[in-house]
């Protein structure tokens, strides 16, 4: 999924006496800012021209909140020009600049011309540096959102979709604070057979529960907006980018920052399966990093949605390549009954991943198909590329992957595992947490009232499971 970088917008963001909720009559167009030193605007005039210059229609300032990009800008940095062609009217974005101005990241260059469409982004001097989304109001697009939704927010540019919707940005009408919008159609819903007509009270009882999380590795739920045909979510926005993209574009992580991040994540899985709920899709993609660093805190999205989705459309959707799903699901073709044993399952998938660079199981592998090797448990860790990972983190990811759900480590006990229990990394955990509160949890960390039943079939005791990683061995591939 597509995120955001680290801009924040302040309140007061329209720079015309017209607020969010009056738009001016005549305005053909609109931008709305995504970083603090950019105001919206209402665009009214044929011909706008935005850079330094003092005589320039939108002239960037750097006071206040400094801007690392304003050196960069040029004088005239791009024009935005509405004219009639013969195919219609079009909006321009011309480029006067000399470092660049972008069009959801491509550069335009230096006196080019692009045609912007509905929902276009615009940056400049760099393609992170992104200044504004561009809405055309003459647009139709959304005509069908519901009043209920349109009255309080407004929804621009889709970020993402996947197997529970559509993801969109949306800005909250007077203060333009960003959130995400997540629109699922309840022609999706299926749970055991029943019809999105008659589980629509199932569906607000469970989102209502999901609104009630608190917990600072979890994505908060701002809003929801329910209407016959569709729910939508409004989401805390992150903007630091899936853990996915940062593992693809780093290899790997070192060990010690990747226990850092791993520490988040089952404190945070653990905190919803305390509640009752299995998240059932965890992967790196839903996996949200708050920053660009290396070391930041992390939030785990999606949560508790995918139980809308049955297990065997959620497999579909992995698209022939269930790399993140457990043996039980594969083995039952997503149609039995799976406690929280599944997320343990996928968090060593996950760790191993972050950890070597790779995936334990492939498709490219010749003796053995994708589901026998992820139903085997066919996984191992080759000296070339596990040479200088530590043994500790080696027995975590097997007790993880335990084939059998009933001898797999639970999340407490990961907790306890000799690898998280690093009281220095615990701190700085905790610090990312808990910033305010000199890393410690506050009292009203956990939600009032009783905790939800636990999942059917969940109770295998600690004594049940074998503490020996041998419980999965799988045959050595060749190193």
Same mark, same amino acid.
């Given at each position: 999924?597509?995120?955001?970088?680290?801009? #924040?917008?302040?309140?007061?963001?329209?720079?015309?006496?017209?607020?969010?909720?009056?738009?001016?009559?005549?305005?053909?167009?609109?931008?709305?800012?995504?970083?603090?030193?950019?105001?919206?605007?209402?665009?009214? @005039?044929?011909?706008?021209? /935005?850079? $330094?210059?003092?005589?320039?229609?939108?002239?960037?300032?750097?006071?206040?909140? !400094?801007?690392?990009?304003?050196?960069?800008?040029? @004088?005239?940095?791009?024009?935005? =020009?509405?004219?009639?062609?013969?195919?219609?009217?079009?909006?321009?974005?011309?480029?006067?600049?000399?470092?660049?101005?972008?069009?959801?990241?491509?550069?335009?260059?230096?006196?080019? !011309?692009?045609?912007?469409?509905?929902?276009?982004?615009?940056?400049?001097?760099?393609?992170?540096?992104?200044?504004?989304?561009?809405?055309?109001?003459?647009?139709?697009?959304?005509? #069908?959102?519901?009043?209920?939704?349109?009255?309080? &927010?407004?929804?621009?540019?889709?970020?993402?979709?996947?197997?529970?919707?559509?993801?969109?940005?949306? /800005?909250?009408?007077?203060?333009?604070?960003?959130?995400?919008?997540?629109? =699922?159609?309840?022609?999706?819903?299926?749970?055991?057979?029943?019809?999105?007509?008659?589980?629509?009270?199932?569906?607000?009882?469970?989102?209502?529960?999901?609104?009630?999380? @608190?917990?600072?590795?979890?994505?908060?739920?701002?809003?929801?907006?329910?209407? %016959? #045909?569709?729910?939508?979510?409004?989401?805390?926005?992150?903007?630091?980018?899936?853990?996915?993209?940062?593992?693809?574009?780093?290899?790997?992580? %070192?060990?010690?920052?990747?226990?850092?991040?791993?520490?988040?994540?089952?404190?945070?899985?653990?905190?919803?399966?305390?509640?009752?709920?299995?998240?059932?899709?965890?992967?790196?993609?839903?996996?949200?990093?708050?920053?660009?660093?290396?070391?930041?805190?992390?939030?785990?999205?999606?949560?508790?949605?995918?139980?809308?989705? #049955?297990?065997?459309?959620?497999?579909?959707?992995?698209?022939?390549?269930?790399?993140?799903?457990?043996?039980?699901?594969?083995?039952?073709?997503?149609?039995?009954?799976?406690?929280?044993?599944?997320?343990?399952?996928?968090?060593?998938?996950?760790?191993?991943?972050?950890?070597?660079?790779?995936?334990?199981?492939?498709?490219?592998?010749?003796?053995?198909?994708? %589901?026998?090797?992820?139903?085997?448990?066919? /996984?191992?860790?080759?000296?070339?590329?596990?040479?200088?990972?530590?043994?500790?983190?080696?027995?975590?990811?097997?007790?993880?992957?335990?084939?059998?759900?009933?001898? $797999?480590?639970?999340?407490?006990?990961?907790?306890?595992?000799?690898?998280?229990?690093?009281?220095?990394?615990? +701190?700085?955990?905790?610090?990312?947490? &808990?910033?305010?509160?000199?890393?410690? +949890?506050?009292?009203?960390?956990?939600?009032?009232?009783?905790? $939800?039943?636990?999942?059917?079939?969940?109770?295998?005791?600690?004594?049940? !499971?074998?503490?020996?990683?041998?419980?999965?061995?799988?045959?050595?591939?060749?190193?």
């Amino acid at each position: 999924m597509e995120t955001l970088p680290t801009q #924040d917008v302040g309140d007061g963001c329209f720079s015309s006496e017209e607020d969010e909720h009056s738009q001016a009559e005549d305005a053909w167009g609109r931008l709305f800012p995504l970083g603090d030193s950019f105001v919206g605007l209402d665009l009214v @005039k044929e011909e706008y021209t /935005f850079g $330094r210059g003092e005589n320039c229609d939108v002239a960037f300032s750097n006071a206040g909140k !400094r801007n690392q990009c304003f050196q960069a800008y040029s @004088k005239v940095h791009f024009k935005l =020009i509405r004219k009639d062609t013969s195919t219609g009217t079009h909006v321009f974005l011309e480029d006067t600049s000399s470092n660049g101005t972008f069009v959801n990241g491509e550069k335009v260059g230096k006196g080019n !011309r692009q045609v912007l469409g509905n929902n276009d982004e615009i940056a400049l001097a760099m393609k992170k540096n992104k200044a504004y989304v561009f809405m055309d109001l003459k647009s139709n697009e959304d005509a #069908d959102l519901p009043k209920e939704l349109t009255d309080k &927010y407004t929804l621009t540019k889709t970020l993402g979709r996947g197997a529970c919707g559509e993801v969109r940005l949306a /800005f909250v009408k007077g203060s333009c604070e960003k959130l995400a919008c997540k629109i =699922i159609s309840k022609k999706k819903f299926s749970v055991g057979g029943m019809s999105q007509i008659n589980m629509a009270s199932q569906v607000m009882g469970e989102v209502k529960i999901l609104k009630a999380m @608190k917990h600072p590795c979890i994505i908060g739920i701002e809003d929801v907006i329910d209407t %016959p #045909d569709t729910l939508y979510i409004l989401l805390e926005l992150v903007e630091g980018g899936e853990l996915f993209d940062k593992v693809v574009s780093i290899d790997r992580y %070192p060990e010690p920052t990747a226990k850092l991040l791993f520490y988040q994540m089952v404190c945070a899985c653990k905190y919803l399966h305390d509640q009752g709920i299995t998240h059932r899709d965890l992967k790196p993609e839903n996996i949200l990093l708050a920053t660009e660093a290396d070391e930041t805190l992390i939030k785990v999205t999606d949560f508790g949605l995918s139980k809308f989705v #049955d297990a065997g459309s959620m497999m579909k959707t992995f698209c022939g390549t269930p790399t993140y799903l457990a043996p039980e699901i594969l083995m039952t073709a997503g149609s039995g009954a799976y406690t929280k044993a599944i997320d343990c399952w996928s968090l060593g998938v996950i760790l191993f991943i972050i950890v070597s660079g790779y995936p334990p199981f492939s498709d490219e592998r010749k003796d053995m198909d994708l %589901p026998k090797q992820i139903m085997g448990g066919h /996984f191992s860790f080759p000296k070339q590329y596990w040479k200088d990972i530590s043994e500790d983190v080696q027995d975590l990811i097997k007790k993880l992957m335990t084939v059998d759900p009933k001898k $797999r480590i639970t999340l407490a006990e990961a907790l306890n595992h000799p690898w998280l229990k690093d009281e220095e990394m615990r +701190a700085k955990a905790n610090k990312l947490m &808990y910033p305010t509160s000199d890393g410690m +949890a506050p009292p009203t960390m956990v939600p009032a009232g009783k905790k $939800r039943p636990a999942d059917a079939g969940d109770e295998s005791s600690s004594a049940k !499971r074998k503490t020996s990683a041998d419980t999965n061995s799988p045959p050595d591939t060749p190193e």
